[in-house]
C-alpha cells in the first residue's frame, strides 16, 4: 500500500491550494479515505472524509472552504482548500481504511499559510 501526497506549499491568507494524494497497492474503491492534518501543538484533526460509497463528512473548521473529491479512474484523492487562513497551517496526510480506522497514511505535504 503506498499513498503519496502532493500540492502542499507556502500560500498567503485567502488564498487556494489543491492536494492531491496518489494511490497504490490496494483496491481503492474498497476503502474509505479521508485527509487528516497536523499542525505543531495541536491535536491530530481528521478534516474530510470520503466513503467508499461517495458520502462525504468535513470537519466544521473547514466546512464551506475545502473540498474532497476522488479521481477514481487514477486512483487518486484530492482536497480543494480555498480561503485559507494561518489556521489551516499543518502537515496533512492523506489516509486510507474503514470504519472509522485509519491504518494506512502517506507521508504528508506540508501546507503554510502566511
Known amino acids: 500500500v503506498q499513498l503519496v501526497e502532493s500540492g502542499g506549499g507556502l500560500v498567503q491568507p485567502g488564498g487556494s491550494l489543491r492536494l492531491s494524494c496518489a494511490a497504490s497497492g490496494f483496491t481503492f474503491s474498497h476503502y474509505n479515505m479521508a485527509w487528516v492534518r497536523q499542525a505543531p501543538g495541536k491535536e491530530r484533526e481528521l478534516v474530510s472524509t470520503?466513503?467508499?460509497?461517495?458520502?462525504?463528512v468535513y470537519s466544521d473548521s473547514v466546512k464551506g472552504r475545502f473540498t474532497i473529491s476522488l479521481g477514481t479512474a487514477k486512483s487518486t484523492l484530492y482536497l480543494q482548500m480555498d480561503s485559507l487562513n494561518s489556521e489551516d497551517t499543518a502537515l496533512y496526510y492523506c489516509?486510507?481504511?474503514?470504519?472509522?480506522?485509519?491504518?494506512?497514511w502517506g507521508q504528508g505535504t506540508q501546507v503554510t499559510v502566511s
Open positions: 489516509v486510507t481504511g474503514s470504519g472509522g480506522n485509519w491504518p494506512r
Open positions: 470520503i466513503s467508499r460509497t461517495g458520502d462525504i
